[in-house]
């Protein structure tokens, strides 16, 4: 029998660790403090942030992009009308085409003139898919010029030479009156086209070459200073501007040897952005599934996402020591997450679902982008349509919209927005023995100067309250959007299109002139903030 003593302090025992824990969870479930200094702000939060990315690869053009004039999808010359008028609502700004590695075997001329007499090839890049061809320069300025986007079109310099880039160039931008322009006019298109950015080659320090970044500086100087764009209309801020291959991730090397050789630099040549390539992956080669994943798959992969942070906050500071005016923007123009082929594909197409968990990778990517907006004005997700993390996919005449296409249009008030500083108590998020933030935030003004705040909880299983306060400003209310799924691995399909799909949010502001947010598990919250 236990003696009476020994039972009470049992149950006194037992009595404070119920306590203790219950003290712990209501303490853990504590609304979020966060301070927005809404009369402050910082750099533009440039659109081209929101960029897209279209190469030969899988059914990512044929197939995506393109179905041909002939064929009983509707489409104008070719190019699919329902993919226009999804792409136009999320304001795209540019479009980085024809690669990605395709750019570096890919020659222009098999690309331009009657279809019939284009020359076909084989893709030795991607799955050895034939290539017709018929998606050339002309289809892809016909393409960009019905979405509104600028073109952002890459150069061979791995394969290609010189005066290849430069009669392309002025195949695309001269005169009517030039010889280049009179055979761009004979195949359709008299006025010069709109190259707003070129792209120096691509990866060289991979497929585009496996150059040295010194042999990479020397071969791309020449590109630079003469492949001339000759549109009379590009002059001051619509210049064209030049990109170089930069790092690959973490590697610094092509960082410091681009931007030493551009300190130096004469009236020679120059360039206007440094390329950056870096995706979620969960080590190489890709090999997480898109779907039917657990959560230590996600926390692994939410935390590599992560780690963009200080991937360009590292070469943020290479760029500084030759450019200390930012005059040269990082271009981010290969993220978003690669995973393992869709059984069943090709594992050349790189066909892969997209989740609620890519959702939230997309706006926690775009949110770091943000916060890095004085020198990252410009990036590029691999990839649009049908390839990695798309905005759409399509088959045949079915197209259904992605939960990562819905991230990109809530953050449509934050393009060429001025970013807002935010200060939050972030939280822990822990699986295993990943830990992470609970919480992520961003706010800016839009072009209109309306307060805009995006708030995402991690977390795949708590919900998460913020209580926001706004320096400077008193709040009526909050309303916008909020993205969330059943489970993680949620996607939508052809035949279940709105499983994750934005719905209306809205809150209340206290009697203090803040607002609490009330943000589901696994979700992504843009509202915007009314005085």
Not at 126 to 152: C, H, L, R, S
Not at 306 to 329: F, Q
Not at 453 to 479: C, E, W, Y
Not at 498 to 525: C, E, N, Q, R
Request: hydrophobic content about 40%; proline content about 6%; some cysteine.
């Amino acid at each position: 029998m236990q003696k009476p003593g020994r039972s009470f302090a049992a149950a006194t025992l037992l009595l404070l660790a119920s306590t203790v824990s219950a003290f712990a969870q209501s303490n853990a479930d504590a609304p979020i403090p966060l301070t927005v200094e809404a009369t402050k702000g910082g750099s533009k939060i440039d659109r081209n942030i929101f960029g897209q990315f279209a190469e030969h690869l899988g059914t990512g053009i044929y197939g995506g992009v393109w179905v041909g004039k002939d064929s009983s999808i509707p489409n104008v010359r070719g190019i699919r009308k329902d993919i226009v008028a999804a792409l136009r609502a999320i304001r795209v700004p540019d479009v980085r085409w024809p690669g990605g590695c395709f750019a570096d075997e890919y020659h222009w001329r098999q690309g331009i003139g009657p279809a019939a007499n284009r020359a076909s090839s084989v893709n030795t890049n991607w799955g050895g898919a034939g290539e017709p061809n018929t998606f050339g320069t002309d289809e892809f300025m016909d393409f960009v010029d019905q979405i509104g986007a600028e073109a952002y079109v890459s150069v061979n310099v791995g394969s290609g030479t010189v005066q290849e880039a430069a009669d392309w160039l002025a195949y695309m931008t001269a005169d009517a009156s030039t010889s280049a322009g009179k055979e761009r006019a004979a195949n359709g298109h008299p006025a010069p086209y709109k190259v707003k950015y070129l792209g120096l080659g691509n990866e060289s320090w991979g497929c585009g070459g496996s150059m040295t970044p010194e042999h990479y500086v020397d071969v791309m100087k020449p590109f630079a200073r003469f492949t001339h764009n000759f549109n009379p209309k590009q002059t001051g801020a619509d210049a064209m501007q030049r990109i170089a291959v930069g790092p690959n991730g973490d590697d610094t090397s092509y960082t410091e040897a681009v931007m030493k050789a551009y300190k130096g630099h004469d009236w020679a040549w120059s360039l206007e952005g440094l390329s950056l390539h870096s995706y979620t992956t969960g080590g190489w080669p890709p090999s997480y599934p898109s779907t039917g994943f657990d959560e230590a798959a996600y926390a692994k992969l939410v935390k590599e996402t992560l780690g963009m942070e200080g991937l360009i906050a590292r070469h943020s500071a290479i760029m500084d020591k030759y450019d200390p005016e930012k005059k040269v923007p990082l271009v981010v123009d290969e993220w978003g997450v690669w995973l393992a082929p869709t059984p069943g594909t090709n594992p050349g197409f790189l066909q892969q679902q997209n989740s609620m968990r890519d959702a939230i990778i997309a706006a926690l990517n775009i949110n770091i982008f943000a916060r890095h907006a004085d020198r990252v004005r410009m990036t590029n997700i691999a990839q649009m349509i049908n390839v990695l993390q798309a905005m759409i996919l399509t088959d045949k005449e079915k197209m259904v919209l992605t939960p990562t296409y819905h991230v990109f249009k809530m953050y449509l008030p934050f393009q060429d927005a001025t970013f807002v500083p935010v200060t939050f108590d972030a939280g822990t998020y822990a699986e295993g023995g990943i830990q992470l933030p609970r919480v992520d935030a961003i706010a800016a003004r839009d072009t209109s100067g309306r307060l805009w705040m995006a708030i995402t909880n991690l977390d795949p299983k708590r919900p998460a309250s913020v209580r926001a306060s706004f320096a400077g400003i008193r709040v009526h209310r909050a309303q916008g959007e909020v993205l969330t799924a059943a489970r993680i691995d949620s996607v939508n399909s052809f035949d279940k299109p709105d499983t994750v799909s934005p719905k209306p949010y809205s809150a209340s502001a206290s009697s203090g002139g803040g607002v609490t947010l009330d943000l589901p598990a696994k979700s992504i919250v843009v509202v915007q903030i009314e005085s």
